[in-house]
């Protein structure tokens, strides 16, 4: 069975840096694309960042574009994503997201709010 699960959600200050982690179990990371989403308050869920399974350079979305940075760890099934210089706007419920050419898989989420 396929989990995967997000932590690191927090309160944080505009301006300040977080970083969230995606633990993958019951599949191979490495056979995946491996994407980070979002939803905000209100609103549709929307791509972040996203790395294809063979790896390479991630690709974001402009509104975080030198500010986040997506990693993962193959063999530790983790997904990362740093974020810094973090903004009001990026507040946001935090998805992590496995697709191949026939599975999709979605975690939990994981809360970031950023207020002073």
């Known amino acids: 069975q396929v989990h995967l699960v997000e932590s690191g959600g927090a309160l944080v200050q505009p301006g300040g840096s977080l970083s969230v982690s995606c633990a993958a179990s019951g599949l191979t990371v490495s056979m995946y694309a491996m994407s980070w989403y979002r939803q905000p308050p209100g609103k549709e869920r929307e791509l972040v960042a996203t790395?294809?399974?063979?790896?390479?350079?991630?690709n974001y979305a402009d509104s975080v574009k030198g500010r986040f940075t997506l990693t993962r760890d193959d063999a530790k099934k983790m997904v990362y994503l740093e974020m810094n210089s973090l903004k009001p706007e990026d507040t946001a419920v935090y998805f992590c997201?496995?697709?191949?050419?026939?599975?999709?898989?979605w975690g939990q989420g994981t809360q970031v709010t950023v207020s002073s």
């Open positions: 997201h496995a697709a191949n050419w026939v599975y999709t898989y």
């Open positions: 790395i294809s399974s063979a790896g390479g350079i991630p």
